[in-house]
């Protein structure tokens, strides 16, 4: 409709130049939009932004150091807290590192079961953004669709790892919950509770339905598309720069995902798309999230017919110690390329660890962005990158 | 190397608006049907919602299974679980065999404060000691408070779930 | 009963009156929009204050604003800061003055009513202009120039849309746009049929009027001036306790007030056929308050709904769209007038 | 690394092959594999023309990072053989391709009494946050980077706190309440009433 695309773009600009001092306004780290403890030192001239300064480290934990004072076991249940909103998909890069460094295999059941928890915590990270997006360009009844739904699927993670966000889930060599009990039942418990695959599958199929939902509420909505098309563009070559990975990578065209370049775990057994982008505008990467919830939940319906029965611990000594060596791993979390590089140097502890973060290297760009955007096309902006401050201050 | 591989097409969604106010419309459908859709609301203290038998709520402690072995203790991330114990004179278990010395503990504070709830105590304690209670409801007004002592610990024993059947 | 026919005494109970049905409305909107909101979000909404359904939600609210500190920042003016929330809580219910309830339900039958109406409901942007410089906070600076930028915008689109009914109905008179609104047509049978504007080839001057009240509200789509995500609360930023208040009851009583005229206007306000004479009088008041309450509920449907549009999209919209159409449904209207 | 870049496995195998071409083109200095994960060791005044031309093939600028091999160690475990060890910094920058699975970990060295290097942040956007973060936790300075003010720690920190010899105060305001020795560690024969 030629009507709205006519009012779409911002041509605000005034022809007369008006000699106006800048002022700077402070953003955050108390703001609605920000997530957290973003803070953001823009210089504005009037509503057009000139240049922004980004100030994190409010939430900065030092993870890198607090994990050289802690033995790979304590790790596991340290890393899930880095990005808090899809947990145990922290664990898995961590874990499959571990495992190379210690030349340990988790079983094959125990790899479908990651496979299985980390597209659920996919589902429930982008069910996050679908909810918190809308609510930035001012529609809050997507939230509520969202998160309630976002719920079901917490429960499912809680009803096997026992935590909602932070599973602690993933061990060397396999997969187990910590669960009090007499000797023989802490072996029985450790498998996936019954009746888990189906309302696994029924849980997928209400997925569906809060799709379409959500897709009428919000992604259809003109004013959304007002808001979001041709707004922020980041291109390709601009995304590779900054090290962007993930849905706001592929909503820049490139279509670039660790579970097809470089599968992990038993994502080379299933089949599903990618989702990819053109122009790398708000819409793209909000549409790429939109569609890699239907993605994951095709690869959980899968994994839930293909997983075999069998042991989900492989043996490892009870004193986990890995020998001395360099490695990087990595995996596809929600947000994009979450990596660890792990030196050891044959003890208890890492030498270092090294953590790739995807929010720290996805909102890199911010600055360059937000050059010369509106204040409102920031929020929209910054929205659409789906950070988390913990994952960015680590 | 993996071979590059061939992207799928984009655009399986429109940017463009099909059909003006269409979308806005279809929004305002959804959000008219939810007004009279009863809502999932689980109205909280009345009714509780049942948390799953994994749930890590709380830790409960079964006192006669610690042998005082300070495992929970030295491998606690956070440094949270303080114990404290003395060795007792126990009679013989066989008649005529020599006393043994037993472990008796007089300290097992847990401060819920630092706890992180990763569930490593639970999971190295040798002797099932440590047991997961999936019970929530333990706020109190002060941090202090948070400190939950021996007796404390085991009066949780008693919310402790029979573990689920598992899926074969 | 002489005393009761002073002047004075008349003017003092009219306003007793219209102030407490005003402020009771305010509430009931209030809490229409919290309860109605939490449905719509599959929420349940305020539950437990005043035992069922949590009536008592927005007097428990107003009882909380009451006790809080009235605050004022450091760099606050504090004589301006402290008179912008009076001026828009006086802009909105001045408005009430010139609406008819009933035939005789009036409190002020001006001429110009029409006239009246839009010149105090545009008020309200000087005390938002006023919370907004005054607050000494830059938030609230940008949202006030907003508020003025959107409520210059949308006056005119307002007002070329109340043109068209001015000229249709021949008066400025509120009263007597809605006795127009009841004049026969024609008759079906026995049935004196008598319709509304917005039946009347008004519908396109009703849909600007809708946009543009709800633009002058501030409500979403077009509630930029307070943008809770991008400008934590715009004007409203350091507004706390009675003052606060004061916004607030303002906002959802100009909320009634536009709703009200757009009633009257478009919709025969306190009219309906069949009604004539005291029953006009004694039920003209709830005729009038259940087309409000529709015209409130599309508002607050619309608010739980929608995101919203960013300034420069409404300035867009207000000044390539919705003037021009106006003035060409002004120009329709005139011909069609003169023509028939 | 602490052993010296080693270019001549015995019999490559496809990555190892692949890592030492790399190394050839950019005429880097060696390469490491092991782990699956690549290494180059790139010489320290090579630094940002290998990197910019490292670029051509591996497209995606993922991280870059430190590591600070030291004696010194305050908290946690030093390395295996502190008496062989070099102190030194190394400066890590991981690029990885996006058309494969391809990606290698530049590794230059540089020592303790002149930490500095060339900066990355004119040539890649991307790299002016890391570098900052490897400033402020390192002490390692960038030059060419213009904007090395602190990314987390407030301004007035002193220290830098990823530096094996910062100790870590949580660890020192707190006795560890592992210390209480009342058993030895259970033995596996534990039998009656435990």
């Keep these: 409709m030629t009507s709205l695309d006519m009012i779409h773009r911002s041509e605000a600009a005034v022809s007369v130049e008006l000699q106006t001092p800048d002022m700077t306004l402070n953003i955050g780290p108390q703001h609605p939009s920000t997530h957290g403890v973003l803070r953001l030192v823009a210089k504005v001239d009037g509503e057009r932004i000139q240049d922004v300064e980004p100030v994190i480290g409010y939430m900065h934990r030092g993870y890198e150091k607090l994990s050289e004072v802690r033995t790979y076991a304590q790790i596991t249940a340290l890393v899930n807290r880095i990005d808090w909103v899809s947990g145990f998909a922290n664990e898995v890069p961590f874990i499959i590192g571990l495992e190379k460094l210690m030349g340990v295999e988790a079983p094959e059941r125990a790899q479908w079961i990651r496979v299985i928890l980390s597209e659920l915590a996919r589902i429930s990270s982008h069910l996050v953004f679908m909810a918190s997006y809308p609510l930035e360009l001012g529609g809050t009844t997507p ?66 339905t809060i799709l379409d939902q959500l897709s009428e509420l919000a992604t259809g909505n003109e004013i959304i598309k007002m808001r979001t098309v041709d707004v922020g563009v980041i291109p390709g070559d601009k995304a590779l720069e900054y090290g962007l990975t993930g849905p706001n990578l592929r909503a820049s065209g490139v279509g670039y995902d660790l579970r097809k370049a470089d599968p992990y775990l038993t994502y080379d057994q299933v089949e599903f798309d990618v989702p990819v982008g053109r122009d790398g505008d708000c819409y793209d990467r909000y549409m790429m999230r939109f569609l890699e919830i239907r993605e994951s939940s095709k690869i959980v319906r899968q994994a839930i017919d293909k997983i075999p029965s069998g042991p989900l611990q492989a043996k490892v000594p009870r004193v986990l110690k890995a020998p001395a060596g360099q490695v990087y791993s990595r995996a596809e979390n929600p947000k994009g390329e979450f990596g660890y590089f792990i030196v050891s140097e044959g003890g208890k502890m890492p030498y270092r660890l090294k953590i790739r973060s995807t929010s720290f290297s996805n909102l890199t760009i911010l600055p360059w962005v937000l050059q010369g955007q509106l204040i409102p096309d920031l929020v929209a902006i910054m929205g659409s990158l789906d950070f988390v401050l913990g994952d960015v201050d680590r | 190397m993996a071979e590059p591989r061939d992207y799928n097409d984009p655009s399986d969604y429109s940017k463009d608006v099909s059909f003006p106010f269409l979308g806005l419309a279809k929004g305002m459908w959804v959000t008219l049907k939810a007004l009279f859709t009863k809502p999932p609301v689980t109205m909280y203290p009345q009714e509780k919602e049942i948390p799953v038998p994994r749930a890590r709520g709380v830790i409960a402690l079964d006192v006669d299974n610690c042998t005082v072995c300070m495992l929970c203790a030295r491998e606690c991330p956070d440094w949270c679980i303080y114990i404290e114990g003395h060795k007792e004179e126990q009679p013989p278990s066989k008649p005529g065999g020599k006393p043994r010395a037993r472990a008796t503990l007089d300290r097992f504070d847990i401060d819920y404060s630092l706890c992180m709830y990763c569930g490593i105590c639970v999971e190295v304690c040798p002797f099932d000691a440590l047991y997961w209670s999936p019970e929530y409801e333990y706020s109190e007004e002060g941090v202090s408070d948070l400190l939950h002592n021996k007796e404390k610990l085991t009066e949780w024993l008693a919310t402790v779930p029979q573990p689920p059947a598992v899926e074969s | 009963m002489e005393f009761f026919d002073g002047f004075w005494i008349q003017l003092v109970l009219k306003v007793a009156v219209g102030l407490l049905v005003i402020l009771t409305g305010a509430l009931v909107v209030i809490y229409a929009e919290v309860k109605i909101g939490g449905h719509m979000q599959t929420r349940i909404g305020p539950y437990y204050a005043g035992g069922r359904w949590g009536w008592a939600q927005p007097l428990a609210d107003a009882a909380k604003f009451l006790q809080k500190e009235d605050l004022a920042p450091d760099g606050a003016d504090r004589k301006v800061y402290g008179f912008a929330p009076y001026v828009v809580m006086m802009s909105a219910l001045a408005v009430f003055a010139v609406i008819p309830m009933g035939p005789d339900l009036v409190g002020a039958d001006l001429d110009v009513g029409v006239y009246f109406v839009l010149a105090i409901s545009s008020i309200s942007v000087l005390g938002v202009l006023m919370a907004g410089w005054s607050s000494g906070n830059k938030y609230s600076l940008i949202g006030g120039l907003r508020a003025a930028a959107q409520l210059i915008a949308y006056e005119l689109p307002l007002v070329l849309a109340v043109v068209a009914v001015v000229i249709q109905a021949s008066t400025m008179s509120l009263n007597g746009i809605v006795e127009a609104q009841n004049e026969t047509l024609f008759t079906i049978g026995s049935f004196d049929v008598a319709l509304p504007y917005i039946f009347r080839g008004q519908i396109v001057s009703f849909a600007i009027f809708m946009i543009a009240a709800v633009a002058e509200l501030s409500r979403i789509p077009f509630d930029m001036p307070i943008a809770e995500s991008e400008l934590t609360m715009g004007y409203l930023t350091e507004y706390s306790g009675i003052r606060f208040t004061m916004f607030f009851l303002g906002e959802y009583a100009s909320m009634i007030g536009l709703s009200a005229i757009a009633a009257t206007m478009f919709l025969g306000g306190y009219s309906v056929p069949g009604l004539e004479g005291v029953s006009a009088n004694l039920g003209g008041p709830i005729v009038l308050l259940l087309k409000v309450s529709v015209l409130v509920f599309v508002i607050l449907w619309i608010r739980w709904t929608w995101p919203r549009l960013r300034e420069d999209q409404l300035q867009h919209l207000a000044w390539r769209w919705l003037i021009p159409l106006a003035l060409v449904n002004i120009a329709v209207i005139a011909v069609f007038k003169v023509a028939f | 690394m602490s052993d010296a870049p080693d270019t001549t496995a015995v019999e490559p195998n496809p990555l190892e092959k ?19 994960t690549v ?156």
């Design chain 4, 39 to 194: 290494r180059i060791a790139v010489a320290r005044d090579q630094w940002v023309e290998t990197i910019i031309a490292a670029r051509e093939e591996l497209e995606l600028f993922s991280w870059l990072s430190a590591i600070d091999w030291s004696k010194d160690v305050a908290v946690g475990e030093g390395v295996a053989e502190p008496d062989e060890l070099v102190e030194r910094f190394e400066v890590l920058c991981r690029l990885s391709s996006v058309q494969s699975d391809a990606g290698a970990i530049f590794v230059t060295t540089l020592s303790k009494d002149d930490p500095s290097i060339g900066s990355l942040a004119p040539h890649i956007g991307g790299a002016e946050w890391h570098e900052r973060e490897a400033h402020e936790m390192f002490g390692i300075d960038f030059i060419g980077n213009t904007n090395l003010i602190p990314l987390y720690l407030p301004d007035d920190f002193e220290g830098n706190p990823l530096l094996k010899s910062y100790p870590l105060i949580s660890r020192e305001v707190k006795p560890w309440p592992g210390d209480v020795d009342v058993e030895a560690m259970p033995a596996k024969d534990e039998d009656g009433d435990a």
């Design chain 1, 143 to 208: 939230l509520m669709f969202a998160l309630r739904e976002r719920e079901y699927i917490l429960e499912l993670i809680e009803e096997v790892t026992g935590g909602r966000f932070h599973p602690n889930f993933n061990r060397v060599g396999g997969v187990k919950p910590a669960y009090g009990g007499g000797s023989t039942t802490k072996k029985q418990s450790m498998d996936l509770p019954q009746g888990f695959f189906q309302r696994t599958s029924d849980a997928m199929d209400r997925m569906d």
């Design chain 4, 18 to 36: 692949w890592a030492i071409s790399l190394a050839d083109r950019l005429q880097a200095e060696g390469a490491i594999v092991e782990f699956d």
